[in-house]
Structures are given as C-alpha cells and as structure tokens.
C-alpha cells in the first residue's frame, strides 16, 4: 500500500547489509567456489567475520586488496594477480567476482579485463563471472539474486553454443532465495522431491552451510551444487523462484532458453505451503504425500493451541524485504497486530503489499514499534528488543545469539509450527517474567 | 627479562610515528587475510563508550561492522550504536558533505555525546570529501569536539588503523581538558580494550596495590579522561605495537615515560606491575606491589596444581590477531604447555626476540598464510590444541582440533593472575571435551567400512 521513510539524515542501527555479502552467501551453495571480491581487504574481512559469526562455518572468500595508489592507476594489476594465484594454488571450479562501491565509484572497468582474462588464458571448464555490487544500492537480498542472475548467465552463454537443448520434465530447478535458512532449503527440496522430481536447488546452502564433518582443509567452499549439476539444470523442465528477488533470474532462465517458471512469493506459513504443495501436486499428478497432510494437522492444531497466547499480541519485525513479506503473510494467520514492518530498501514486492512498510533501520523499529510485545529481527535488535521492553525473536541474517539458528526451519507446515511455537514460547517467558516483576515490587 | 625502556626506534614497524617509506607490507591481492586500516581505526576508538562513532560512507563498512567487538562497558553504551550517513548514488555524484553535516547535527541533538568521532571510508576519501573541514565547522557550531579520523580501508592494514587512531587522539583529544583536582594520577593503560572485561581484572589488581588509573585508552573509556591523558605519571602498552607510536609521542610532548608490558601469565602481570611503581618513581608503591604480587602468585600456583597436572606437556599452535605472541607464550609456559608453532605474521622483531626468548629451538615460525599454513603445522607438529582467533575457530572445528579464542570477539577474559587460572580452565575443558572422541570414531556401520573423505 505505502512504503514510507522516516526522515532523519544519518542511518541509526542500520539493518542494511552490503550487497557485496549476498553474492559471498549464493557462491557458498556452489561447490568448490571462491568469491572474489574486488575492494580493499576489509570488503572481504568484514562479511567473512560476518558469516563465520551467523554459520558457525568457515566461509570461503578472497580479495584483491586494493590500496590508495591502486586504485588510482590500475586496480585490475591486483585482480588479475589474485586471479593468478587463486586459479593456480586452488583450481576452483567456480570464481565469482564481486564489484565494490569502491571499484564501482573509481570506474574500474573489470568486466572487459576478465574477459580478455579469459580469452587469453583460454580458460575453459569453470565457470568466472562478474557481478556489479556496490553498496549504495540494494541490500543483501538484491546482492544474492543478482549474483544468482549473472551465474545463470554465464552457464547459458556456455553452454549456449551446444544447440538444442532435450528438456527433462521430471528436473525442476529450485532458486532459494537469500532470507531463506540451509534447513529452509532442504526441507523445500524434500517437498518437491516426495512429488517425485529431481530437484536441482541454485545455489544451494544446504549441503554447504548446514555442518558437516568432511575434513582436509581447502580455502574453497565444501559443499553446494556442483558445477556439472548446475549446468545440467538448464535441461529442468520447469523452476520454481521462492521469494520476489527470485523471479528476475528466473525470468532469465525463461527468456534465454524457454524454461517455465513459478514464483512463489514465499513458504511460510499455513497458506503459503498450501499453495506450494497444491501447484506441486496439479504438476505433478501426485498425492500430497500423507507426512504433509499430517503435518498440516499438526501445524492447524498447535495453532489452534497458540492462538490464546497470540490474542491482543503486537508485533514489530525488522527484515530483509522478501523474509518480510514472507513473515508479514505468517503474522497475518495468527492474529497478532503488526505494529511496525521494516524493511531495508523498496522492492516492488514490497511497494505491492497490502500494509504499510518503512524503509528504513533498527532505530525506526524502536520507535514505530514502540509498545510491540514480539520483536522480530536479526541479532542487531536485542539492545532496541531490550529497552521497548518486547521479547525478542532473532530471525534474518545475522543471528549470532543463539546456537543453531541456521538450522531453523521457517518453510512448509513444520517451519510455521516451529515459529509459531517459538514465538509463543517467546511471549509465554516474557508474561511470565513481567508476572513474577510484579510479585516482587508488591 | 626484557630491557627496561627500549631506546631504539624499530623504524619497521607501523607503530613509529614516522614511518619509512612502506611502514606494513603490502597485502598479497588473492592471499589476503585480515581486515583494513578503517577497521583497525574503529578498534582503537570504540571502546569510548560514551562518544558516538559515525561512518561517513555507503552502508556496508558500518552496516557489516557495528556490534562485532567483545569490548565491554560499565555503563554508557552509545558507542555500540551504529551510526552511518549511508550514501546513496546521488550522494556520491553531488558530494556527501551536506550530508555528514546534517548526521552530525541530527546525533548531537538526539544523544548529546561528550564528542563525535567520524571514520572516512574508502569511497568518501576517493571522492574527496573535506571531513577535516567539516568535522572542525561543526565543533564550532554545536560545541563539542568533533573528530575526524582519516584511516579509510585502502590506506593499507587493520594496524596502520590502529596507529591512524592513534594520530586522531593525539592531535584532537589528549591535552584538551584537565582532571578534576582531587583526581590521584598514576598510568595510561594505552591498547587495553576491554575485551571480555579484562581491563576490569587488571584495574582492580592496580587498585589494591595502589596505583591509579588515569585514562583507559581505550577499554571501556569516557571521552574526558582521554582528554587529561597528558597528566599520567607513566604509559603502559598493554600488548600494542600499533600504540607505541602515541606513546613516544607522549613521551616527547609531556615527558611521559612509557613501558611495553602485558597481563597474560602471572610472570608478564608481575613485571608490569613493578614496572608501573618502578616509574612512578614511588618506594612505598614497590613495596605494596611486592607484597601483593608475592601474595596473588602465591595463591594462583596453589589453585592452578590440579590443571597444570593436566596440561603439563601438551603442545600447542599458537595464532594470534591483535594480541602478542610473546605474552600469551609466557602465560602457556607457566600452565606447562609446550607452544610448537607460532605466528608471526603480525610481529615486530622486537617481538620475533622476544618470541625467541621464550621458545625452543624446534618452535616453527608461521610468519603467514592463513589456515591451512597453520593446520599444516598442527599435524606435523602433533600438537593438541590451536590457540587462534575466531576467524580461525570453525576451521578448526572442521579437522577435530581443540581450540581457544584468543582474539577480539572471545568471551573469556585472560588477563593477570584470575585470567590465568581461567585459561587454564578453558585449556582443560577444552581437551577433556568427549566430542573429540565421538566425532572421530565412525557410525557402528561404518566401522568396517573406511569413512568418506579421509
């Protein structure tokens, strides 16, 4: 209906992630990647503290440490040097560079040099593509899809000289989008896959970030798709996007080779999975397997539980634009009132919904929120959680105060029935503590 | 035991004040780890607590960076706010200055800090911004002191940061105010940063032998007692080559005798603390140092028997980021474990002598590399635990090596006699943890079986 922004001249608290993060988080789902990042160091150091923080894994990403003089006379001698030293020390399959506000506001051209780099090298087999991120633009969200959008490009201009393409019905390509969790994108591709398709999920986190025990070293990342899989998705018969951002490289995908796509604006909650799981089911010609019917029950019964605790209840989230969106449909089902949705820039997603939305920071979710009772953010709201006094449910990216968190399941009935729970159990502790305040102060 | 004063100036290292043509070798492009010098500036400068610290550039350098030290405070938390001017493309193309002005304003009005540092960043130092002038018009407007700091990421690393820090507090806040009269003088705790409440532990083993604190620069500091630095009676470097320059430089300014020290291991706590009352230049302190240095050690080693039974041996990497080798090499040595590897990577060659000192001949030197240089010397070493910073931890995880996190973002306070006894805990929890021995047997149908990947 409305996106607003409050007016103030400084950002306070920002929720506001570099686009530069997101292209590091979709090059972790590809397997034996290395995002490159075209800055100086700390470009790289602080999203890979960043990450390592949120996971709880080591995150594979590399920089061509730009200093002053470089940057002034040829910031590409330290691309193609980092370049040099990356392919011949690891041999990645994949190498993702990630364009800067620094490189972008100096004017370096890089994206001619990596393809004279290439051409030059004869460089054949991996895949090295080159994405524009600066961070006056765009949130972590828009960085994710964008990097999503280039790689998709670079494998239909590969394998584009090959000629007609034979199309498996049975192969659906999945786009996650960046909001949601390693479990998200697993229990997704269970979803799909009990209708009896091969899934091929792009980029996929949840054999990468979700921990795993493979040791020996590599700076690379361990685990994701990989590279053959991810070329042979282009034979899907159909891809399914979740989340907005999605929908643009799948728009990709069906403009230059012709495949159909779905976008699914999001998974969470009781009608959003309905919906997924009946598109699956007409597709598919399937049953809905009997585990989803059960768990629909269960989710509609512990629901039923909750909705004591939910009544009167208000809400102030705090989220990247698709995880709000995805959220805002959830929050809708349980009845609370949504007294505050803050998102970190305007999306049309966004602009189409049906509530007001502020741009803006965790500063404006303090005092549009104000009075809230359940506070949902990521890990930089505890302290504005703490002094409005609302309990504080950590959700997003980053999330460094609770162990596990990249684990937790929002997508299908079982995440809805996990949030739902969660966040009862939220408001239960805080009642209780309020209750037990006031015993004291008698 | 190290000279007293060290009167030559080791022109190498970032922290002189007038550096040679290259203070810090450049960082390898494809190799490089670390963070930058806009990094290594908000080190040394947030942990003033009660300032307000606002990034003039796009959104990232605040947005990915604000909440993530383990400095900790006693009171005022405006400085674990995030504050940016979060430029925008029309920002950048007409000039961010009005901008900066207007966020300067605005957070003055809101918060009412005593003082406002604002971090350049790469892109604002790139479109030449004038902060300096901006900053010093806004002082004389709203009537606290403004203060830019000039140490955008592409000046080079996180020390040259740090040392950039230390620049901005020289020529903008040390000599500005004057203690209150009754205020006892005594040392300048210079690049104690609080992390996980270690300055508390060495503040309160100052007080019961007497000397007092005079400005914390910058562990959990208010903006006005870094204003009276000058009125120290003698500065301490807690574990900083990048300060040492700040420090020499005081030295010259106010005549302020300065020494390196650190409070990591009962032998490095009790030298610093002699070297405090030693230049404090106060019998009656030394004997009060004595008594209770003679009195703590005694009753550490008697609480420390049970874990030095359990760690006397062991062979540890030692990695570390922003604190020195040397001193957490002193602490190990005196709970009985054997450091085998060490980094260097951020090493002065004061600090390789000191190293030296410390270690056996068969000690491997990691001068750099980043992690596999140091699970490679792990193996070969067969060492039983890493001792890294937190960049490193989840690597570690991955090949089943005990760890302990000895960088900014730990939780456990290391420093002086208590800090001690709790890293010999964490060392003995750390290898008596059953994880090791579960995760690295295979599943019951495995065990025929080799497992995947080995």
């Known amino acids: ?442 | 035991m190290d000279p007293l004063r060290q009167d030559e100036f080791d022109s190498q290292a970032c922290g002189s004040m007038a550096p040679k043509a290259k203070p810090c070798p450049r960082p390898k492009p494809g190799e490089a780890a670390g963070g930058c010098s806009f990094d290594g500036a908000q080190i040394t400068l947030l942990p003033i607590m009660d300032a307000a610290h606002l990034v003039h550039g796009p959104i990232a350098c605040a947005g990915n960076s604000w909440e993530s030290r383990g400095t900790l405070s006693s009171g005022p938390s405006l400085s674990q706010y995030g504050f940016a001017t979060d430029l925008t493309d029309s920002d950048i193309i007409f000039g961010g200055e009005k901008k900066l002005k207007d966020s300067i304003d605005y957070i003055a009005g809101r918060f009412a800090p005593p003082a406002i540092f604002v971090y350049s960043t790469c892109v604002t130092a790139l479109i030449g911004e004038d902060m300096d002038a901006v900053c010093k018009e806004a002082a004389d407007r709203i009537g606290i002191p403004v203060i830019p700091v000039n140490s955008p990421g592409f000046v080079g690393s996180k020390n040259l940061g740090n040392r950039l820090a230390g620049d901005a507090l020289l020529q903008y806040v040390i000599g500005t105010g004057e203690p209150e009269p009754e205020t006892d003088l005594g040392v300048n705790l210079i690049g104690e940063y609080n992390i996980a409440g270690e300055m508390w532990d060495i503040e309160k083993l100052m007080n019961s032998a007497g000397i007092a604190v005079t400005s914390r620069i910058t562990g959990d500091a208010r903006y006005k007692e870094i204003t009276w630095a000058h009125r120290a009676r003698v500065n301490m470097v807690v574990c900083s080559r990048a300060l040492l320059g700040l420090a020499r430089e005081m030295e010259s300014r106010y005549g302020i005798p300065y020494f390196e020290g650190s409070f990591y291991g009962a032998k490095e706590t009790t030298y610093s603390l002699r070297q405090m009352a030693y230049l404090m230049n106060d019998r009656e302190m030394e004997r009060r140092v004595d008594r209770l240095t003679e009195r703590e050690e005694a009753r550490l080693s008697q609480e420390l028997r049970p874990y030095r039974k359990l760690l006397r041996g062991k062979r540890a990497v030692l990695y570390t980021g922003g604190v020195k080798s040397w001193s957490v090499i002193s602490a190990l040595k005196e709970l009985g474990v054997q450091v085998v590897g060490v980094g260097t990577n951020k090493s002065t060659e004061d600090d390789v002598r000191r190293i030296a000192d410390r270690v056996g001949d068969d000690t491997e030197y990691i001068p750099e590399g980043g992690a596999s240089r140091i699970i490679k010397t792990v193996r070969e070493r067969k060492a039983d635990i890493m001792i890294a910073g937190g960049r490193n931890m989840y690597v570690a995880m991955k090949e089943q090596i005990p760890f302990i996190d000895i960088n900014q973002e730990r939780h456990k306070a290391y420093a002086g006699y208590e800090g001690l006894l709790r890293l010999a805990k964490e060392l003995t929890y750390s290898l008596a943890n059953p994880i090791w021995k579960l995760a690295a047997s295979p599943a019951p149908w495995d065990k025929e079986a080799p497992p995947y990947d080995r």
């Open chain 1, 1 to 442: 209906m409305t996106v607003n922004r409050r007016k103030k001249p400084a950002s306070v608290n920002p929720m506001k992630i570099g686009q530069s993060l997101g292209a590091v988080l979709a090059l972790q789902g590809c397997y034996r990647a290395m995002p490159l990042i075209h800055g100086s160091q700390g470009c790289s150091a602080f999203p890979k503290a960043l990450l390592t923080r949120h996971f709880r894994e080591p995150i594979a990403v590399q920089t061509s440490a730009l200093q002053e003089m470089d940057v002034i006379f040829d910031a590409n001698r330290n691309l193609e040097e980092a370049l040099n030293l990356v392919l011949s020390k690891h041999r990645p399959d994949i190498i993702g560079i990630i364009g800067t506000e620094l490189t972008d506001v100096a004017g370096v051209d890089y994206q001619n040099m990596l393809k004279t780099y290439k051409r030059e090298r004869n460089m054949r087999g991996g895949l090295a593509f080159s994405v524009v991120l600066p961070d006056f633009r765009g949130s972590l969200e828009s960085g994710f899809s964008s990097t999503v959008e280039s790689m998709i490009d670079e494998m239909i201009q590969q394998v584009g000289h090959r000629g007609q393409r034979s199309m498996n019905t049975r192969q659906i390509t999945l786009l996650p989008g960046s909001f949601l969790t390693p479990a998200d994108v697993m229990e997704l591709k269970e979803i799909i896959s009990s209708f009896g398709f091969e899934v091929i999920a792009l980029p996929d986190i949840s054999t990468s970030l979700s921990g795993h025990l493979l040791t020996g070293f590599s700076p690379l990342t361990r685990g994701g798709v990989p590279l053959d899989s991810m070329l042979q998705s282009l034979q899907s018969g159909l891809t399914i996007a979740v989340g907005g951002s999605m929908e643009r490289p799948a728009r990709r995908l069906h403009n230059a080779i012709g495949t159909p796509y779905k976008v699914f604006e999001g998974a969470m909650g009781l009608k959003a999975t309905d919906e997924l799981l009946h598109f699956l089911h007409q597709i598919s010609g399937e049953p809905v397997p009997l585990r989803y019917c059960w768990q629909r029950e269960n989710l509609l019964d512990s629901m039923l539980d909750a909705h004591f605790q939910f009544a009167g209840m208000s809400v102030v989230a705090a989220l990247e634009p698709d995880h709000l969106h995805s959220v805002s449909g959830w929050l809708e089902e349980l009845g609370v009132e949504q007294k505050a949705l803050i998102t970190s820039f305007e999306t049309p997603l966004i602009a189409g919904m049906e509530r007001e939305v502020w741009v803006g920071d965790l500063d404006d979710a303090e005092v549009l929120g104000k009075g809230a009772d359940l506070w949902i953010s990521n890990s930089h709201g505890i302290a504005g959680a703490k002094r409005t006094g609302a309990a504080f449910m950590p959700a997003g990216f980053p999330v460094w105060n609770e162990l596990g968190a990249y684990m937790s399941v929002s997508a299908g009935y079982r995440g809805a029935m996990e949030w739902s729970n969660k966040a009862g159990n939220l408001l239960m502790q805080r009642e209780a503590g309020s209750r037990e305040s006031s015993v004291r102060h008698r």
